[in-house]
T-cell receptor, first 112, second 114 residues
Framework: DGGITQSPKYLFRKEGQNVTLSCEQN?????MYWYRQDPGQGLRLIYY???????QKGDIAEGYSVSREKKESFPLTVTSAQKNPTAFYLC???????????FGEGSRLTVL | SQKIEQNSEALNIQEGKTATLTCNYT??????LQWYRQDPGRGPVFLLL?????KEKRKERLKVTFDTTLKQSLFHITASQPADSATYLC?????????????FGGGTRLMVKP
């Protein structure tokens, strides 16, 4: 089955540690995205990539970093510089130029 | 930047009734608008896309309208079922050659009681 796989589903981190969230897709989509969701709020765009080896900052990129070395993979690193990292993180992909987003099941990060 | 308003209070309706959810936006009118369903702890799932030149779109029990004058979209679920209980997100295309960039509303939680 084609889709997007995020891992881990749950992650706990101590303050000051970097963590990397995995996102893999086998839909052959060019574009991939990372969103953050906080309770009662809309999804906020962290980073996006329209093509391999290229990515752009979204609305809340500070404290995050990404890479896009392969079409299938778009990992997100939450660095110690992110002041409020506890959130639900969603990865998505789309065919370049169309609107529909396909989402993964999300990764819930908790900073202890 | 675009601002999207969805009713943050939960909508409670009886099974069999029609649920109507509202999405209001400010500033520019997007080329298209989308609706997603999100279950607790899961990723959103795409439901419908409606373009600015379309007044209405239907898919099975779902109907979406798009009024660019009022800057509003209405999302209807007819003959609602308890399985329709979820949070529904409205998302707008950002424009300015932003590709697939979307701005999401905070969502409205729908509870359908048997």
């Amino acid at each position: 089955d084609g889709g997007i796989t995020q891992s881990p589903k749950y992650l706990f981190r101590k303050e000051g540690q970097n963590v990397t969230l995995s996102c893999e897709q086998n839909l052959n989509h060019d574009a991939m995205y990372w969103y953050r969701q906080d309770p009662g709020q809309g999804l906020r765009l962290i980073y996006y990539s329209q093509i391999v080896n290229d990515f752009q900052k979204g609305d809340i990129a500070e404290g995050y970093s990404v890479s896009r070395e392969k079409k299938e993979s778009f990992p997100l690193t939450v660095t110690s510089a992110q002041k409020n990292p506890t959130a639900f993180y969603l990865c998505a992909s789309s065919i370049r130029g169309t609107g529909e987003l396909f989402f993964g099941e999300g990764s819930r990060l908790t900073v202890l | 930047s675009q601002k999207i308003e969805q009713n943050s209070e939960a909508l409670n309706i009886q099974e069999g009734k029609t649920a109507t959810l509202t999405c209001n936006y400010t500033n520019y009118s997007p080329a298209y608008l989308q609706w997603y369903r999100q279950d607790p702890g899961r990723g959103p799932v795409f439901l419908l896309l409606i373009r600015e030149n379309e007044k209405e779109k239907r898919k099975e029990r779902l109907k979406v309208t798009f009024d660019t004058t009022l800057k509003q979209s209405l999302f209807h679920i007819t003959a609602s079922q308890p399985a329709d209980s979820a949070t529904y997100l409205c998302a707008l295309e950002r424009g300015n050659n932003a590709g697939n960039m979307l701005t999401f509303g905070g969502g409205t939680r729908l509870m359908v009681k048997p």
